[in-house]
């Protein structure tokens, strides 16, 4: 059974910086693509940032330059570092997984809330 926790979220002031982690079991993890979701209640969940088994990253728009997501095959462990955060950065963020040759990410964390307020 897949389970992902993340841990790291809080609330952070504008301009700051938070790092998010996420531990992941019941996967052969080398094999799984991983990423980072945020959603607002009452709206679509949307992609912050993925990375491939390979190391292939991919992020959204509105993150590039200031996200990074990484992996640690050794540790089952993706994180996600965030800097100069935004007011309009905060959101629950989600841990995701997808078997490499799956279309869709279909397996979540509970997710972590981030908030960036002054």
């Known amino acids: 059974q897949v389970q992902l926790v993340e841990s790291g979220g809080g609330l952070v002031q504008p301009g700051g910086s938070l790092r998010l982690s996420c531990a992941a079991s019941?996967?052969?993890?080398?094999?799984?693509?991983m990423g980072w979701y945020r959603q607002t209640p009452g709206k679509q969940r949307e992609l912050v940032a993925s990375i491939s088994r390979s190391g292939t990253t991919n992020y959204a728009e509105f993150v590039k330059g200031r996200f990074t997501i990484s992996r640690d095959n050794a540790k089952n462990t993706v994180s996600l570092q965030m800097n100069s955060l935004k007011p309009e950065d905060t959101d629950v963020y989600y841990c995701?997984?997808?078997?490499?040759?799956?279309?869709?990410?279909?397996?979540w964390g509970q997710g972590t809330p981030v908030t960036v307020s002054s």
């Open positions: 019941g996967i052969s993890f080398s094999l799984y693509d």
């Open positions: 995701s997984a997808k078997v490499w040759y799956s279309r869709s990410f279909n397996n």
